[in-house]
């Protein structure tokens, strides 16, 4: 069982997905990754440098807003438990969720309906987009939006904390 300063330890060690809330020199190498990733994403998707060009910032902004959104879940969810008592499930599973997610099952199917959700988010913004901003057909739009949403989507979530404190 965890005692009390175990569940508390969040406060010093923060889940990796806690970056998108920091501001710092990260940003000068996930930005311009992020925008040659989308872009990449992008192009297999659509097979037109033209849309790669002309819309590939707003697909990464859309990108970054979904991660967001997110983060912002998983964040609530962390300030929820810190009211809960220490030894209930939910809070032991928060706490593993954001610490190392494998080691609960609830944990894990937390952060993947969260990833599905911001997949979904991404799927439909950029969707919406594409669809305002390009006289792409339904078929290209839905195959470019799927592959944003799956690939884009932030796996990153699942990563162990633990794995940079060890």
Known sequence: ???HK???LYNV??????ILFLPSKLWLWVIPANFIIDSIVLYFGTKDWSIVRNHSWKTCIIGFVCDF???LILLGLLIF???L???SFFANAVFDMSMNPFKNIFALLILLAVVALVG????????WMLRKFTKLDE???HHACLLLAVITAPWLYFLPTTLLYH
Do not use: C, Q
């Open 139 to 141: 078929n290209t739009i």
């Open 1 to 3: 069982m965890k005692n």
């Open 6 to 8: 175990t569940v508390r």
């Open 81 to 83: 438990s810190d009211h």
């Open 13 to 18: 060690m923060f889940p990796i997905w806690m």
């Open 85 to 87: 008592d220490s030894e």
């Open 69 to 71: 959104i997110g983060a």
């Open 120 to 127: 979904y988010l991404i799927y439909m913004m950029n969707r």
